[in-house]
DNA sequence: TTGTACGCGTTATCAC
DNA sequence: GTGATAACGCGTACAA
């Protein structure tokens, strides 16, 4: 059965350069012990017959596969997709495919998707996926599958797990606090639909010595354009407001809304935004927002798990903290 | 050798469950010829020993992998990834896993990612790289992997190859020939590194019945922090102009720089974009630009060659055009 | 230096 | 309905 496919299998090399299939294999993997001339001579062959291994075959046989599987909640995201910029160039250097799992907010199929990662055999894993439950961590790391983590704080301390922490609560903290001293009206902290538990954990910590008069919430869909048109809406009563976003596009929607409506930022309405990319800077007035480079995270993650596979990682915990730039979006 | 891990086999399952492999696998390949209770005796045992089949194995009996691989020049636009998400989202309905192959817009390593696409036996491939030379697409085509090609003209006609044309020049064509008959000053065809053959072919297309007087190429880097900065010292100088942009993130930072020198945008200077995106709609003003919506055409690929790979696929042509929407950045 | 033979985990074709 | 057994393509001890 399945697709019909005619490739030219090592038995073939073999019979057309007059050696036998280990003397192939050797040449492939560049073993010593091969005559320069019958090297040549299975190279000439390997060319001559369009000779290409068989990863799965070789996968088996070895238990390594040279791929990493890369688990995130969506690739539609600029933070995301620098994130895994970094990952994919870093894993070029070392040989590394990737192979996404993606979990698209949806915790119904979340545990399908960890199922394919198991039997995909993998040689290694990288989550950035805050919507996984610890169960289903727990899950790769039963399967022995090495696993490098990121995301806000851990506390897993397993052989062959890696933790990358992404601080933004730090960043925020004084801005927020001072902010809470300053003035009279009230902080909105925004909450979308899909936004994790690294969102809520930041927003607990920041709220954490509020007194709850200071702040209120506001529920938006993960969406621009949803999310412009419902601020455009909310402007028509509202005539100010301090809005703290997840991301910065949404914050580029409320600000938006506001010009569109007539009103000035930062003067009337201020807004930033936690996870700031490209675009708080490319927005007119640019947004206040949390940057980490998440394509050096992606690096880093990379990095540390082609040395987890070698049994070198020697700092198996990394911390990046993000930094707040203050920007035309809010007043100081 | 290789790294360690101690998977659950087939045949641990079947000595536990007291049967013999191939009942466990007509278990897991859910086949009628087995008696109810035995298979509720080996689903039994599965669970209880979390067996997990093993791809590789699979694989390579079936000679399918459920694994599609997605060519492309770089993940870290955001037309890409909408692309990619189309893809995945699609992929996943249809049991398809995505092995990302990047390009990184280097020629060199090309033949390598076409190499690793090849011995990785996905059950199919699509190509969104304009940057691919025909020679790497024969590749593909010689070793037999269903293809779906996205990008501009196509003149293949492969029994296992879909194309799918994005057409831009027939969106501006119009706007661009009305301007060269309105006004007096030229038209800049911005020329950004990466960019590939689609973006030069819509330039030919469009400059084609024009006099050279009409128009001007500036090039700049394939990055909005460095355009802005050229820009800015751009119009230190120059305070006209009418840009034509491969992607609106670089008609941003042309708008932007023109704004942050007291220009104004579109009564001194003009932009649009050939890709639009997200950023056409948060800028302020407003980018013109063509659109298209690449998660659709990312899904319709995903959806063309799972039937190509069923044998299914009767329309292996598609043709997107798209559209190109008049906003604040152009005077009409 | 090179070849033989077995194992990797699974599916599929036979028998029974 | 179920169980041996031969593929699938490759790596690798071991023998020669």
């Known amino acids: 059965m399945g697709i019909y496919k005619e490739r030219v299998t090592i038995y073939e090399v073999a019979k057309n350069a007059g050696v036998s299939l280990a003397t192939v294999s050797r040449v492939i993997n560049n073993q ?23 990863a799965l075959a070789q996968g088996l046989a070895t238990n390594r596969t040279t791929n990493i599987g890369i688990v995130i909640p969506d690739v539609n995201y600029v933070h995301i997709s620098n994130l895994l910029s970094g ?37 290694g894993a990288i989550v950035f996926d805050d919507e996984l439950l610890s169960s289903h961590i727990d899950t790769i790391i039963n399967y022995k599958i090495p696993l490098i983590l990121i995301g806000g704080k851990f506390d897993i301390f397993e052989e062959k797990v890696g933790t990358i922490s992404l601080n933004y609560t730090g ?31 930041i927003e607990s910590a920041l709220v954490k010595d509020l007194d709850e008069s200071h702040f209120d919430t506001i529920v938006v ?17 509202n005539k100010k407001g301090f809005f703290v976003c997840p991301r910065d596009s949404l914050a580029c929607a409320i600000s938006n809304a506001a010009l ?9 309405v201020e807004v930033l935004s936690v ?24 690096s880093i993650a ?14 198996k915990t990394y911390n990046f903290d993000a930094v707040f730039n203050s920007r035309a979006s809010t007043k100081e």
């Open 32 to 54: 010593s012990n091969v005559t320069p001339e019958t090297k040549r001579r299975v190279e000439e062959t390997i060319a001559r017959l369009g000779y290409k291994p068989n």
């Open 87 to 123: 990952m994919i160039d870093i894993g070029k250097i070392y040989g590394y495919q990737t192979t996404l799992f993606v979990t698209k907010h949806s915790k119904q199929d979340t545990e399908d998707v960890i199922a394919k990662l198991v039997t995909s055999h993998v040689d």
């Open 171 to 201: 960043a925020l903290k004084n801005v927020i606090t001072r902010r809470i001293e300053s003035d009279d009206y009230k902080i909105s902290f925004l909450h979308s639909t899909n936004e994790g538990k690294m969102i809520q954990t």
């Open 260 to 268: 569109d409506k007539g009103l000035r930022v930062p003067e009337d």
């Open 275 to 298: 996870i700031g990319t490209k675009y708080s800077l490319v927005s007119r007035p640019t947004i206040s927002s949390c940057e980490l480079d998440m394509y050096e995270v992606g």
């Open 221 to 237: 869909s993960d969406s621009y354009h949803e999310t412009y048109y419902q601020f455009v809406d909310y402007f028509k009563k």
């Open 302 to 315: 990379m990095r540390m798990i082609t040395k987890l596979l070698k049994e070198e990682l020697k700092e």
